[in-house]
């Protein structure tokens, strides 16, 4: 990506306008701190700091549990499906679990649209990262199919790093896989939403901070492991499966950082949930023949 021009300041810092008396006045802290933001790449210009992390961590944790609560409940007073019967069915207990990821989801952008507005006036998609692909000896729609048949390769990577790596225990996720109708909710939430707020979320609106704080390369590397462990749970007991899975999210955070866009690494997230899901599909003959299903 090339380096924006940046433009000069009134006063050149190497001389400083005289006061009065005829001495160099010293430079403002207004002048100090725009010479500073105008170091910063553009992309990593993010409006927002540490402490604004802080409380969408607070958020994101208090109202994940809200939800999960609430659609629980929604489902007693509606549907008479008591908590204690939850577990019991695949089929209730992924629709719950998709349907409060799926609010979390929509209440997660709309904390971060408030946010963003409130540090800054421009259109939000632009603020956090969503700009438009500029690449370089082809055209945005090539770049596109380029970035989408990337992440394709990165899942089939993975899938062949995991045979290898094994797992010793049963996934959690894995128990959501042995119903049809938790299966196609969990490929609309995946291929529909996941990449869509994920990149949002880690991509658009993490990795700026620390990379603007702690260096690109570890801006890449912290955002890939938070990605990573982000998904813990649904993975536990899978170790080499989660550091694969950080793996990903670093792959996807350079993507992002190669190109200055969160739309570049939507794309590679798209690709890569987009065929692992197909895989599974027709493994499974259309979801017809489900693994532990009888």
């Known amino acids: 990506m090339s380096t924006p021009e940046i433009p000069l300041p009134p006063n050149d810092p190497a001389e400083p306008a005289a006061d009065s008396t005829g001495n160099a006045a010293p430079a403002s802290a207004a ?9 910063v790449p553009e992309d990593l210009r993010a409006p927002w700091s540490w402490v604004d992390l802080l409380f969408f961590v607070l958020f994101s944790l208090a109202s994940s549990v809200v939800l999960t609560w609430g659609v629980a409940l929604g489902a007693l007073i509606w549907f008479g499906v008591r908590p204690w019967d939850i577990d019991k069915s695949v089929g ?3 629709t719950i679990l998709v349907v ?3 609010l979390w989801s929509a209440a997660s952008l709309l904390y971060l649209f408030a946010v963003v507005r409130m540090r800054h006036s421009g259109p939000f998609w632009r603020t956090i990262g969503w700009r438009k692909l500029h690449p ?21 990577a993975i899938q062949i790093a995991s045979l290898l790596v094994g797992k010793k225990t049963s996934l959690p996720i894995e128990e959501l896989f042995r119903d049809r109708r938790s299966v196609m909710l969990l490929m609309a939430l995946g291929i529909l939403v996941a990449p869509l707020v994920e990149e949002t979320i880690f991509r658009g609106y993490i990795y700026p901070v620390v990379a603007r704080r702690f260096g690109v390369v570890t801006g ?10 982000a998904h813990a749970v649904q993975l536990w007991g899978g170790w080499g499966q989660i550091a694969l899975l950080i793996i990903v999210g670093v792959v996807l955070t350079y993507v992002r950082a190669r190109t200055g866009t969160v739309l570049a690494s939507y794309f590679f997230h798209l690709g890569y949930n987009t065929i692992l899901f197909a895989g599974f599909y027709f493994a499974t003959g259309g979801l017809h023949h489900l693994p532990g299903s009888s």
Do not use: D, H, W
């Open 31 to 39: 002048s100090e701190a725009s010479l500073a933001e105008l170091a």
């Open 92 to 94: 209730t207990k992924a």
């Open 100 to 102: 409060s990821q799926g």
């Open 136 to 156: 370089r000896n082809m055209t945005p729609a090539a770049a596109t199919l380029v970035y989408v048949l990337g992440g394709v390769a990165l899942a089939v």
């Open 220 to 229: 890449i590397v912290a955002t890939g492991a938070l990605f990573g462990m």
